[in-house]
T-cell receptor
Framework: NAGVMQNPRHLVRRRGQEARLRCSPM?????VYWYRQLPEEGLKFMVYLQKENIIDESGMPKERFSAEFPKEGPSILRIQQVVRGDSAAYFCASSPFAGGQETQYFGPGTRLLVL | KQEVTQIPAALSVPEGENLVLNCSFTDSAIYNLQWFRQDPGKGLTSLLL?????REQTSGRLNASLDKSSGRSTLYIAASQPGDSATYLC????????????FGTGTLLAVQP
């Protein structure tokens, strides 16, 4: 059973471009979480999705950021018009069920660098 | 609001030493607490998960304890090895059914050969 897959592993964008980060959860997992790790800071929750639904986006910046988890295919975290402050490691995690008892399995992350 | 802190922020020990990493949280109403390891440039590896009903959990040279009433957890590493060098993070789920993880700031461990 493959783990959580994220691609690309590294992404370089110039200011103003768009960044698309993909996450394929573990097989059988229908719950996806995105976290961001800014340089010299801890991991912060961004958004929680189930198939075709955004459940909690309380950690998402109000502008330029969006996320989706379609019925088919990976979850996508999209950042429009990137700025240097978006440079960070973005991690995706998945779990088979909702609720506090379930552990989350993390992917290797996508390192975004904005020039 | 749940806040998670870890001390020390960094720790350097000689190989073979036993060590303790600390994690504290402000809201004791947690389902569980999880310890992760993060290697430079890599993702997170889950080490131990302690349910709220448990006092401790062991895996090999690692032992994690949980004291909900005092809002504390410790990760004990026995007979440390250079391969244990990494950042160690603790996290608790928060937000009811959302289960989003609140992470501590991490402890950067260096085990000197």
């Amino acid at each position: 059973n493959a783990g959580v897959m994220q691609n690309p592993r590294h992404l370089v964008r110039r200011r103003g471009q768009e960044a698309r980060l993909r996450c394929s959860p573990m097989k059988g997992h229908s719950h996806v979480y995105w976290y961001r790790q800014l340089p010299e800071e801890g991991l912060k929750f961004m958004v929680y999705l189930q198939k075709e639904n955004i459940i909690d986006e309380s950690g998402m910046p109000k502008e330029r950021f969006s996320a989706e988890f379609p019925k088919e295919g990976p979850s996508i975290l999209r950042i429009q018009q990137v700025v240097r402050g978006d440079s960070a490691a973005y991690f995706c995690a998945s779990s088979p069920f909702a609720g506090g008892q379930e552990t989350q399995y993390f992917g290797p992350g996508t390192r975004l660098l904005v020039l | 609001k749940q806040e998670v802190t870890q001390i020390p922020a960094a720790l350097s020990v000689p190989e073979g030493e036993n060590l303790v990493l600390n994690c504290s949280f402000t809201d004791s109403a947690i389902y569980n607490l999880q310890w992760f390891r993060q290697d430079p440039g890599k993702g997170l590896t889950s080490l131990l998960l302690i349910q709220s009903s448990q006092r401790e959990q062991t895996s090999g040279r690692l032992n994690a304890s949980l004291d909900k009433s005092s809002g504390r957890s410790t990760l004990y590493i026995a007979a440390s090895q250079p391969g244990d060098s990494a950042t160690y993070l603790c996290a608790v789920p928060y937000g009811g059914a959302t289960n989003k993880l609140i992470f501590g700031t991490g402890t950067l461990l260096a085990v000197q050969p």
